[in-house]
């Protein structure tokens, strides 16, 4: 296991060959507004989600240009559309992605690809247990009444199908949403009346 935010050439070492990178670690820290946030908590955010990605990417970028590889990033839909309470987070994740648009655009004429891959609401516990501290009552509620939020492994079917397209479809990007959310602030909380289990 590599630590991203203190990941360097001895760490990967071991790694010959790399045909897909998913940069995917990131959380979030407190909900608080911009004139109550903890800095501690922003650099602990850029640290991980943004600094993170790069510092994989830039560990990993020869032998994917080896490989002619793909690399996935996980950004967020918070990446397209802030809300409150979600400065420091939205801000990390626009910057990742804002990231990985520059990089897109630098590997021009390198067979290599280069995928956002952004999410909207994954029923991760532990996300939220993180952002709020370990208030476990609060990390409940976020998912509370949602019918079919999306799970880790949705999220990775996305990567496993866009990593096996043919080596010359790229997809710049691409949102994931529950049905459930139709929007970064539209979430439907009930039943949805599914009449089969998928």
Partial sequence: MVDVTTAQ???????TRCDLLVNC????LGLDAVSQASADDWTRMFNTNVLGTLRMTQLLLPRLIESQGSI??????????????????????????AFTQSLRLEMKGV?????????????????????????????????ENVDRPLTADDVAQVVVGIANLPAHVNVDEIVVRPVAQRAQHALFRGSLGWHCEK
């Fill in 111 to 143: 067979p290599i690809r280069i995928t956002e891959v952004l999410p909207g609401m994954v029923h991760t516990p532990e996300f939220s247990l993180n952002r709020f501290g370990g208030d476990a009552e609060r990390a409940k509620a976020v998912y």
């Fill in 72 to 97: 996935m990033n996980i950004t967020y839909t918070a990446a397209l559309s802030a809300y409150e309470g979600g400065g420091g987070y939205c801000a990390s994740k626009s910057a990742q992605r």
């Fill in 9 to 15: 050439e001895a760490d990967i070492r071991p790694v």
């Fill in 25 to 28: 670690a990131g959380g979030a």
